[in-house]
């Protein structure tokens, strides 16, 4: 059997898992975080998957009802307090990619701490994508570019500045911020090869699979640079559902055979 080395997920259904159930909607939320997560990137890293990518939160997931955002911003936090220790003792490596600048200091703090910790683990690299859009990471990219290969450019008009200027996005390679230094003199024109420098997923490889779960056949946005060559998988069930008693990663891996 032939293994991707990089599988994507759109963690799609937490809600509507919810919702059939009268529970709370955090409770798919909560859900995923304590008891699927965890499982599943050790089944992943079992079956020889390299990159495990999890879109967590999308740039337009702020727009949610305020209790259901504050509730996430809390998952967010208990994850990393409880859930990222043990993943690093197992050779899990973090990466983010996306624009965290809009979260608040103790979660940029605490994930500008986990990317450092786990930067040299080599079992299996976890990229979560957070406040993460795809016309988002593509402006971003862009204006990268151009303050890095026109330094004496007119300022660009979304403040990307400032993002850079930002002390976790300056010094976490995954946010598509790498060194100068590697940047080749050739990028002053932008192309396809000069592009990728830029891009959040510059280090890593293209996913071979996209998954979503939830059973809604589209990308919203997820990876629209990388997915060029991306076999797309929709299953039905939802994301809070066992996905490995669903045989979720068997299925997914027969699709590369």
């Known amino acids: 059997m032939i293994i991707p080395n990089h599988i994507a997920i759109i963690m799609d259904g937490n809600r509507r898992w919810a919702k059939e159930r009268h529970l709370p909607i955090i409770s798919g939320h909560k859900r995923v975080a304590d008891e699927i997560l965890e499982p599943l990137v050790e089944y992943a890293a079992k079956k020889g998957i390299k990159y495990l990518t999890f879109w967590a939160w999308s740039t337009e997931n702020w727009q949610r009802q305020k209790t259901e955002v504050t509730g996430i911003m809390k998952i967010f936090k208990n994850v990393i307090a409880k859930r990222w220790q043990r993943l690093h003792e197992k050779g899990v490596k973090i990466k983010v990619i996306g624009d965290i600048s809009k979260f608040d200091e103790s979660i940029k703090n605490s994930l500008e701490s986990v990317v450092e910790q786990t930067k040299n683990n080599q079992t299996i690299t976890v990229v979560f994508a957070l406040n993460y859009g ?74 071979e699979i996209i998954v979503r779960t939830g059973g809604e056949q589209r990308l919203s946005g997820f990876l629209p640079w990388q997915s060029q060559y991306s076999e797309l998988y929709f299953p039905k069930w939802y994301m809070p559902v066992n996905f490995i008693s669903q045989n979720g990663i068997c299925q997914i891996l027969h699709m590369t055979n």
Do not use: Y
């Not at 990219?141 to 850079?164: F, L, Q, Y």
């Not at 300056?170 to 990028?187: C, H, R, V, W, Y």
């Open 134 to 207: 795809g016309r988002d990471e593509i402006i971003r990219a862009v204006n990268k570019w151009h303050i890095t290969c026109h330094p004496g450019g007119k300022p660009d008009v979304i403040g990307m500045t400032d993002r850079i200027s930002n002390k976790i996005l300056s010094s976490t390679p995954s946010a598509g911020l790498q060194n100068d230094n590697n940047i080749k003199a050739e990028s002053r024109e932008l192309t396809v090869e000069s592009f990728n420098q830029f891009i959040d997923t510059s280090d890593i490889p293209d996913p």
